[in-house]
């Protein structure tokens, strides 16, 4: 069997030079999300989202993006998990694209607020009747007793809807990433990576600057 530190890969794709960094983070963010669509890339828009709670206590999930604009990045959950609540306790995150086919990573990191109630209603309304009854039936990151729980809810949620429009329930909504740093880093040879880091300004607008790999 192989060894676990013997796993090594050398990226030799691309190169990611001064020249080829965009003026603010958002047109290179546009950029490199228009490559990935065109890439081999299974769930493009998978990231992990990292939080941590009043105490610093770190903890991260594979979230999807549902929305970028140039105000942040938006998704979607539960109000009540365990990320809603540590996000109403330290209203911080860190956001982590990684595509490995194009052998880049972005990073985000910002504080995050809520997104109104209509622009999830706007989304809710938009998926699946049966993921809208999921987000009803399933009472996110605490403990059951089966899988059963689930399924019964899911039956007893599509009879109590029957013959009426699925509703946004109170404790589902969106989130939105405010960045005030974004990275994008390239995989290099010999793990001598290109990366770049945008910061923002107390005046408004970017820096950029390249971070030793």
């Known amino acids: 069997m192989e060894s676990i530190a013997d796993i090594r890969k050398d990226y030799m794709l691309q190169t990611l030079l001064e020249q080829d960094m965009a003026p603010d ?38 979230v999807l993006l549902k929305e970028y604009t140039e105000k942040g990045f938006v998704f979607f959950t539960n109000y009540e998990s365990d990320k809603g609540v540590q996000l109403k306790e330290n209203p911080n995150a860190c956001l982590v694209f990684f595509w490995k086919e194009l052998e880049r990573q972005v990073r985000i990191t910002g504080s995050v607020e809520k997104i109104s109630a209509e622009d999830s209603d706007a989304y809710f309304y938009s998926r699946p009747v049966e ?3 999921g987000a009803w039936a399933s009472p996110q990151s605490t403990v059951i007793a089966g899988r059963h729980i689930i399924e019964e809810n ?9 013959g009426k429009p699925v509703t946004r329930p109170p404790h589902w ?14 995989g290099r040879p010999s793990r001598l990576h290109d990366r770049f880091q945008y910061k923002i300004q107390d005046g408004g607008g970017w820096s950029l600057n390249r971070l030793a790999p």
């Open 25 to 62: 983070p958002y047109q290179q963010f546009g950029r490199w999300w228009a490559d990935a669509l065109k890439s081999d890339i299974s769930e493009v828009n998978a990231m992990t989202l990292a939080t941590a709670s009043l105490q610093g206590i770190p903890d991260a999930r594979i």
């Open 131 to 133: 993921s809208r009854v």
């Open 154 to 162: 899911v039956i007893k949620l599509k009879q109590e809807f029957e």
């Open 173 to 186: 909504g969106g989130y939105i990433v405010m960045p005030h740093a974004i990275e994008f880093w390239q």
